[in-house]
């Protein structure tokens, strides 16, 4: 199948599942920042009740997960699967949950949540972000624009983490020349960075595969290669990375 028809198909499957009322396109796929190796994602929306036997019983090879097989929280479950010999996610969305965030996030509220593969976790208003991005195939979901409000109380949040992460780095880790963990808190400071620039901009993210690049902060790449056991040395790499994260938000505050 060419792309389209492969879309449409996976769509049309997905659509006629028991509960499910939206099906929509999301990623690099919807946005056209994909390579040909790049995966499909895809997300089922419900309301209150959908089995995961169904997805299974289509057929496609893969992993199915049951509701809230993902950690639960906003990103509740879903399926990786093969499909025509590509490799596709499939999300699990309850509509009541992801209106409940959309309401929460146009008050500019917010909460952080952890996820494997992220950083810095993930900020609830992400199932508000993909309806912001994703492509509708079927059905009808609220498409909502970045809430100006949440422009103005996500970067503080966001950044406050990043130093307090870094704060803490400073004692226990810079000050006894502890490499591995500084590095780490390194990483997940800079990634909280970045959402607090991309949040001042008013840019919609739904991963952290690009946030460095996005926010202007892949120069952290030259402060860990950089690092050295010497105290002192750390403590500067540590001043150096607030420094970058600072100027970055400066320039994306309107």
Do not use: C
């Amino acid at each position: 199948m060419d792309d389209s028809v492969f879309v449409d198909y996976v769509a049309g499957h997905l659509a006629a599942l028991p509960g499910v009322l939206a099906v929509t396109l999301g990623g690099s796929r919807a946005t056209g920042t994909h390579s040909p190796s790049s995966d499909w994602d895809f997300a089922l929306y419900y309301r209150e009740n959908f089995d995961p036997d169904d997805l299974r019983n289509i057929g496609w090879q893969g992993t199915v997960s049951e509701i809230g097989g993902w950690g639960g929280g906003v990103f509740n479950g879903g399926a990786w699967l093969e499909i025509d010999g590509r490799s596709v996610d499939i999300h699990y969305r309850n509509l009541d949950v992801v209106e409940h965030e959309l309401a929460e996030a146009q008050h500019g509220r917010f909460h952080i949540e952890p996820l494997m593969f992220h950083l810095a976790g993930i900020p609830s208003y992400l199932v508000v972000a993909e309806l912001g991005i994703n492509r509708v195939l079927r059905g009808d979901v609220p498409q909502p624009e970045y809430p100006q409000v949440l422009r103005r109380t996500a970067p503080s949040v966001w950044m406050d983490r990043a130093h307090m992460t870094l704060g803490y780095a400073r004692r226990a880790y810079a000050a006894n020349g502890r490499l591995t963990e500084l590095a780490g808190a390194l990483a997940i400071s800079a990634a909280m960075a970045a959402h607090a620039v991309l949040a001042a901009r008013g840019e919609w993210i739904t991963n952290e595969k690009r946030l460095l690049e996005r926010a202007g902060l892949r120069h952290m790449d030259e402060l860990i290669f950089g690092l050295d056991r010497e105290p002192p040395v750390l403590g500067e790499t540590i001043d150096q990375a607030i420094q970058l994260f600072n100027d970055a938000l400066a320039e994306a505050v309107p």
